[in-house]
T-cell receptor, first 114, second 113 residues
Framework: DAGVIQSPRHEVTEMGQEVTLRCKPI?????LFWYRQTMMRGLELLIY????????DSGMPEDRFSAKMPNASFSTLKIQPSEPRDSAVYFC????????????FGSGTRLTVV | DQQVKQNSPSLSVQEGRISILNCDYT??????FLWYKKYPAEGPTFLIS?????DKNEDGRFTVFLNKSAKHLSLHIVPSQPGDSAVYFC????????????FGKGTKLTVNP
């Protein structure tokens, strides 16, 4: 298995632009998680899906953030409009629940909003 | 409010010695704990876990200890190797609840040759 695949690896965009991050989870995993890593807050959960259904989006910072999982093999995290404070590394992870072996993370997307 | 705390941002040890990374949690509902290791430009990778019904779990050079009464866990690496240099994240979940993992901010371990 190729693992969790995220694209793009790096994204630089101007403030106010729309940004879309993509994730392909491991085949057979039934849960998908979006995390954001910053120096100040560490790894924080934004949203997670179970069987393609959003279960908990309490970590989504504001309405500018939205996430979808149209099928078991694809998810997007969209920021519109983007702001400089959104600059961070965004990780996608997938897992079989119960996650006794933990999540498998992708390599992340480093987002810079200028 | 941080539910999982790693109070040491960094730790430096000599090759061959023991590395001890600490983690505290506040949520008494947490019943499953994990450690992840992260190299630069990569995602975190699962290292070792422990259920709240145990107080110790060992895997090769890595041992995790859990003290439920103190709401404290630690990761011991013996002997430490330069390849262990990475950021280590502690994570916790309430398996009877939502299954989501709550992470600490991480501790950067540097093992010097």
């Amino acid at each position: 298995d190729a693992g969790v695949i995220q694209s793009p690896r790096h994204e630089v965009t101007e403030m106010g632009q729309e940004v879309t991050l993509r994730c392909k989870p491991i085949s057979g995993h039934n849960s998908l998680f979006w995390y954001r890593q910053t120096m100040m807050r560490g790894l924080e959960l934004l949203i997670y899906f179970n069987n393609n259904v959003p279960i908990d989006d309490s970590g989504m910072p504001e309405d500018r953030f939205s996430a979808k999982m149209p099928n078991a093999s694809f998810s997007t995290l969209k920021i519109q409009p983007s702001e400089p404070r959104d600059s961070a590394v965004y990780f996608c992870a997938s897992s079989l629940i119960p996650a006794r072996a933990g999540y498998t993370f992708g390599s992340g997307t480093r987002l810079t909003v200028v | 409010d941080q539910q999982v705390k790693q109070n040491s941002p960094s730790l430096s040890v000599q090759e061959g010695r023991i590395s001890i990374l600490n983690c505290d949690y506040t949520n008494s509902m947490f019943d499953y704990f994990l450690w992840y290791k992260k190299y630069p430009a990569e995602g975190p990778t699962f290292l070792i876990s422990i259920s709240s019904i145990k107080d110790k779990n060992e895997d090769g050079r890595f041992t995790v200890f859990l003290n439920k009464s103190a709401k404290h866990l630690s990761l011991h690496i013996v002997p430490s190797q330069p390849g262990d240099s990475a950021v280590y994240f502690c994570a916790a979940s309430d398996q009877g609840g939502s299954e989501k993992l709550v992470f600490g901010k991480g501790t950067k371990l540097t093992v010097n040759p």
